[in-house]
């Protein structure tokens, strides 16, 4: 991790040391991590080669990795591609607010549950997603749109169906470009190989059966479409 969070501000390793010195730890002076706000600590910066960034501490990731930091590099973690471009700490409060009225809460259910079909969705999941999304700090992702969260939200939980299977979902995306969301899309994959479901909704119109294509662009019309109802801007 390039640069951590110290007195409000992103900084390098050479600033957090110009500052807290390199007997920070003695002097219980720690940068944190703007994910998870866990103390991380400094490395390398002796050569070249090696140079200075911030780490976690190593622990034993024994949990799901759903709960631990995207930006912690420890394990297998599915959701390591689950992090900002940029952090924007001044827009979580409006964009939270936004977020957090009974309207927009009822379009992000419907819209997750209609992508995780029958059964596979209920109000438990729902706050479990929304519990991690706020120990993610998903709301200082720079560029991220209220319309967006609940397709980062699905990624936030393992499903099972009525029929036992299990499935999740993935985000695709290029590295770096929350800001262009059209070039994002959600997946939805059997747990138990990662391959991709066939479609990522189905529903009846007209007489006639239609799905939604797997996996699925990010766009507010789709988001719109699935959740029935339009988001407050
Ligand atoms: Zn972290």
Redesign the pocket.
């Known amino acids: 991790m390039i640069k951590a969070k110290f007195r409000g501000e992103m900084v390098s390793v050479e600033e957090f040391l110009s500052k807290a010195t390199p007997r920070y730890k003695e002097r219980g002076i720690y940068a944190k991590?703007p994910?998870?706000h866990?103390k991380v600590f400094v490395r390398g910066g002796s050569s070249p080669s090696s140079p200075s960034c911030f780490f976690?501490q190593k622990k034993d990731v024994s949990s799901s990795s759903l709960d631990d930091?995207s930006?912690?590099e420890r394990g297998d973690n599915r959701l390591h591609s689950l992090k900002p471009d940029e952090w924007d700490f001044g827009q979580v409060d409006s964009l939270y607010k936004k977020f957090d009225c009974i309207e927009n809460r009822r379009s992000t259910y419907n819209f997750m549950e209609a992508c995780c079909g029958s059964n596979g969705f209920d109000k438990e999941s729902f706050m479990r997603c929304l519990a991690r999304a706020n120990k993610r700090n998903i709301w200082a992702y720079k560029g991220i749109k209220l319309w967006m969260v609940p397709y980062i939200l699905l990624t936030l939980e393992n499903f099972t169906n009525k029929k036992g299977y299990s499935f999740h979902f993935v985000i695709q995306k290029p590295s770096l470009l929350w800001s262009k969301p059209e070039l994002c899309s959600l997946g939805k994959v059997f747990s138990s190989n990662g391959d991709m479901m066939n479609t990522l909704f189905r529903y009846t119109q007209d007489g006639a059966e239609k799905a939604f294509s797997n996996p699925l662009s990010f766009s507010k019309e789709h988001f719109q479409l699935l959740s029935g109802t339009a988001i407050n801007k």
């Open positions: 991590c994910m998870c866990e976690h930091c930006l912690a």
